[in-house]
């Protein structure tokens, strides 16, 4: 399993992380790859455009080392290289490792813009086909259609957990890479938050704050403080631990600061197959709570 950072918290985005401050942010990065991180992920979308400067500019800092940097772009009738530019342009001096299709619409035809990206693969943009957030039914029917995707990204954990084994089975038999995001549900499951009043960014919009899912959540968190306590450890440090049990192919780790970024990358919990029933019985039961409310994590309409 490899670990990469991911870059969503680097600077506000969509209502998210809106009091991130921009040079802890860039301490982050620093300290990610002085630590040994060799991967990074980032989208267009995050902090429009900004987050990606930022990322190539402190990766500039070190030019004896390489570094796997994956993008995203977001569905559009346009080119697909004309759409990347700006991507290529403030990433400049690393190479685009997987780029994805970031938040598919069913208002666009998806699998014209993965055959687009294929394409650039070939002559060397760069080196993977990847999907982020495409749910298992449209997955299954484009790799059914022949359209080549070389890695799915998606949330795994225990806030979200829906059709998460029968992801990563039809992904092991199709040869398709998992990678893992929000491995600690954007924080929700460090114990801090029980109700949408605690935060104050769009983390309180999410669905588990929902009347029909508020119970479930807190019981979850219930579940996992218990756990933490017998290994006095975090319950970030849970959440992770669960995540690697699932053992997606990489694991997208966040940090708003240097402190979070190295406890999350000491963390080395293992669970016993007890810890990992009770855990994951709490999370289906929020799931089965949510069924009513959203499709995926984030109430997406696609």
């Not at 860039?26 to 300290?31: F, I, N, Q």
Request: charged content about 20%; aromatic content about 8%; hydrophobic content about 40%.
């Amino acid at each position: 399993m490899q670990t990469y950072l991911g870059t969503w918290q680097v600077s506000p985005s969509d209502g998210f992380w809106t009091d991130q401050d921009l040079s802890t942010s860039e301490a982050v990065l620093s300290s990610a790859v002085r630590l040994g991180i060799k991967g990074f992920d980032t989208a267009q979308s995050y902090g429009k455009g900004r987050t990606e400067q930022i990322l190539g500019k402190i990766l500039r800092r070190f030019p004896d080392k390489s570094f796997a940097v994956d993008t995203k772009i977001m569905p559009s009738s346009r080119n697909v290289l004309d759409v990347l530019k700006p991507s290529l342009n403030s990433l400049s001096t690393v190479n685009i490792d997987c780029l994805y299709l970031h938040w598919p619409s069913k208002s666009f035809d998806n699998a014209d813009i993965l055959k687009q990206i294929s394409s650039l693969k070939e002559v060397g943009v760069c080196r993977k086909v990847g999907v982020c957030n495409l749910p298992l039914e449209m997955l299954q029917e484009y790799v059914s259609a022949g359209v080549q995707i070389d890695r799915l990204q998606r949330p795994i954990s225990l806030l979200w957990t829906r059709e998460i084994a029968e992801t990563m089975s039809f992904c092991r038999t199709h040869g398709i890479e998992v990678a893992a995001y929000s491995p600690t549900g954007m924080g929700l499951l460090s114990g801090k938050y029980h109700s949408a009043s605690d935060l104050h960014d769009a983390r309180s919009t999410l669905f588990c704050f929902d009347s029909s899912c508020i119970g479930a959540f807190n019981d979850l968190i219930a579940v996992i403080k218990s756990v933490s306590g017998s290994h006095h450890c975090s319950c970030t440090a849970v959440a992770l631990a669960w995540v690697r049990h699932i053992n997606p192919d990489i694991i997208i780790l966040g940090a708003r600061n240097t402190s979070q970024l190295k406890e999350n990358l000491s963390s080395a919990v293992v669970l016993s197959e007890s810890e990992i029933t009770d855990l994951s019985l709490a999370a289906s039961s929020l799931d089965k709570a949510s069924k009513g409310v959203c499709e995926n994590i984030f109430s997406y309409n696609w």
